[in-house]
């Protein structure tokens, strides 16, 4: 059986807490990442430390959390505990949280993919809503389908946002959503994509409009959450 850690305050009314993990080596070289595993950057190791003092000193404190299988993310959570002595907090990875996949354009430069391809097309991959990349060729180095923690899992050639959010939200509705209704505050450490895709549904956000959102690394997002879990307007706890 699952124990439930209920605070006085999630009992009041719940918290949501998503955060993108902190700069990835990759995000610093300007490269596509999608599935592959990449480390943190110092400037990512210490944005997940100060995401975790920040809501330590706003008083945020999480019953429970999830991650992809990601390590930029996984190490962004343990790192934000840390800094909020939450360390023993029960933590979930499950690959529905992973980054979108952006299939043949893994590990490419993105200005010399617009060079290459236009930024017209270039923009259409990276944010249309429902136009994936190009698959991921068999036996490109990048292919993450032998990898031991997807065992079981068909890995994706590419994804779409609109594929990312078909992956994401019957997770949100099966797990993550049934923590909120115990009243445990949830902090959710993910990826740009899968965290629009979250914040898509949540905020009510238009296909179209969907394209223009931008999440910052490293920045705590706040739903507060009433009991029929109906989430109030988002905002960056940076700005409180």
Same mark, same amino acid.
């Given at each position: *059986? %699952? ?8 009992? !009041? *009314? ?40 920040? *809501?330590?000193? %706003? ?40 980054? !979108? ?34 698959? *991921? ?56 994509? #899968? ?7 949540? #905020?009510?956000? #238009? ?34």
């Amino acid at each position: *059986m %699952k124990i439930k850690i209920r605070s006085k305050e999630s009992a !009041r *009314m719940p918290k949501l807490i998503l955060i993108r993990h902190g700069q990835s080596q990759w995000n610093l070289e300007n490269r596509f990442t999608g599935w592959w595993d990449v480390d943190l950057t110092p400037q990512g190791t210490a944005e997940a430390l100060a995401a975790g003092a920040l *809501m330590k000193s %706003k008083g945020i404190a999480p019953d429970i959390c999830f991650t992809s299988l990601q390590s930029r993310a996984i190490k962004t959570l343990n790192l934000a505990l840390e800094a909020m002595g939450r360390l023993w907090l029960p933590v979930t990875k499950d690959w529905r949280l992973n980054e !979108r996949h952006y299939g043949g354009l893994t590990g490419l430069d993105k200005q010399e993919t617009r060079d290459r391809h236009g930024d017209a097309q270039v923009h259409i991959w990276r944010r249309s809503f429902d136009a994936p990349p190009p698959p *991921m060729e068999e036996g490109s180095p990048y292919d993450m389908a032998n990898d031991p923690r997807y065992a079981g899992i068909t890995v994706p050639r590419s994804e779409s946002l609109k594929d990312t959010i078909e992956r994401v939200l019957p997770y949100w509705e099966s797990t993550i959503a049934l923590e909120l209704s115990a009243g445990c505050n949830v902090l959710i450490s993910a990826h740009g994509n #899968s965290l629009r895709a979250l914040v898509k549904h949540l #905020s009510g956000i #238009s296909d179209a409009e969907i394209t223009d959102l931008e999440i910052p690394t490293g920045q705590p997002i706040i739903y507060d959450m009433d009991d029929t879990l109906t989430p109030g307007a988002r905002y960056y706890l940076a700005e409180l």
